[in-house]
């Protein structure tokens, strides 16, 4: 595969200045798609991150991440709860920050470089097992120390973990699964789109 294709090449191109700003704003749509469930609503946020990196690559994926969460801090209202730098205060914010590098971490991974975009299933299900595992883990991690420290609103680690893991996974596992399965049938498109 070209340096080009792998994500390697300095200059973004035309692809890029086309696709990273179209996945940026399908992660911002992806937090207002709600399906209903018993516990809590899945949303698409999560499922649009790591397609960008199923589909952008690592370098362009993260980018699309890194993007939006600039135009958050910038005050552009593109978060759930509007924007501003005030963000970073607010404890579900480790997830934004989440997003990057696991957009990154999903493309890393499902982008060999003998893969020539013939993925396995289980490469990208893996990707996107762990591109989420980090947004997670990211989250949670900043989600206790703003409540603790920050805010001075106390959260245990048993509560963390209920209210950050257990109630939300299910719903970006499915998500991520019907990721992997669109990407498989996507990456072709795209490779024809980045060759240009």
Not at 106 to 118: F, L, P, Q, V
Request: charged content about 10%; aromatic content about 14%.
């Amino acid at each position: 595969m070209s340096s080009r294709l792998r994500g390697n090449k300095k200059d973004i191109g035309i692809q890029g200045i086309t696709l990273i700003p179209l996945f940026t704003a399908l992660i911002t749509v992806g937090a207002y798609v709600r399906i209903p469930t018993p516990l809590v609503p899945i949303t698409f946020q999560v499922f649009f991150v790591v397609l960008a990196g199923l589909l952008l690559g690592p370098r362009w994926g993260g980018y699309s991440a890194l993007l939006y969460l600039l135009l958050g801090l910038f005050g552009v209202p593109v978060f759930t709860e509007g924007g501003g730098f005030g963000y970073i205060f607010r404890p579900t914010f480790g997830y934004i920050i989440g997003f990057c590098f696991g957009a990154y971490a999903t493309g890393k991974i499902a982008w060999s470089r003998e893969s020539n975009y013939k993925v396995s299933s289980k490469r990208l299900l893996l990707a996107v097992g762990i591109g989420v595992l980090i947004i997670y883990v990211m989250g949670a991690a900043y989600f206790y120390l703003i409540s603790n420290y920050v805010i001075h609103m106390p959260i245990g680690i048993g509560a963390l973990f209920l209210y950050c893991f257990a109630m939300v996974i299910p719903g970006d596992a499915i998500t991520g699964v019907l990721a992997a399965i669109l990407a498989k049938r996507l990456m072709p498109v795209i490779r024809k789109v980045r060759e240009g």
